[in-house]
């Protein structure tokens, strides 16, 4: 059994190694892609302008990887909880999405069923890259301008929210829905297969869940339940009185 300990100390000793590699990898990417953009933009000659666009195409999805694999290691003490105005927040994403959405020719709707402001608690950043790796594949698995994506937000009780993305895409078979969330897992071309696992790591460290369900050819939708800000008891020591501010 000393075995199997030892052995998953090496395991989280190489997680750590790779989270930091990843780190150090961001930044020179970062420049190298700066400059990629810059030699592009001054435009050379045809065959150069097609190198730069291919390299700048790989760049772009090596900066993907590093990102989406930095999330997945990034522990949750280093996350920066905040109460969040999270429609808002969900706002913001469709309005950035869009146009990759009307490139497509569809429209994103966003529907928000709640009277009263929601605040989350939660980082906003990584909440954000959540929604936008969950309605990208939402966008990826649509073929016609026909189908649609909604985006819902919902009060599920005075504790907890749920934000619900729907699409009427591919659909996802009952065997490939088991092997979601595995890293590395994806039926595309140029696809990563760490946006669901990223997903799912974020989430979780939020204390919230997420949920696929999909019926092959109908459509998938994707359930997220996350907590809501909670009010906090300030108590003072001078009066012994207790202070509760709604947050
Ligand atoms: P990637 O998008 O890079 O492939 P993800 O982890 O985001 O990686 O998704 C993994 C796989 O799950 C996808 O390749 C696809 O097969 C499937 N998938 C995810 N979301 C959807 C969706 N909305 N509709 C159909 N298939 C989906
Ligand atoms: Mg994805």
Redesign the pocket.
Known sequence: NSMKIQELEKLSLIGELAAGVAHEIRNPLTSIIGFAQIIKESSIDEATDKYLEIMLNELNRISTIVNEFMCISKPKESMEFRNTDIKALVSRVIEFMKPQASLKGLNLIEFINSDSIITAHCDPNHLTQVLM??I???L??TTESTQKIVVSLKNVNKDSLLIK?T?Q????SPE?QKR??EPF????EK?????????KRIIENHNGTIE?N?QLGK??T?RIILPKAVSRLQSSSKTGLSVQRQL
Not at 169 to 172: D, K
Not at 185 to 188: G, P
Request: proline share 0%.
């Open positions: 790796n969950l990208q594949n939402a990826e698995a993305i699409d895409g591919s659909g996802i490939r979601l969330f897992y994806t039926t595309k696809g990563t297969g760490l946006g669901l696992m990223m997903c696929i999909s459509g998938t994707v």
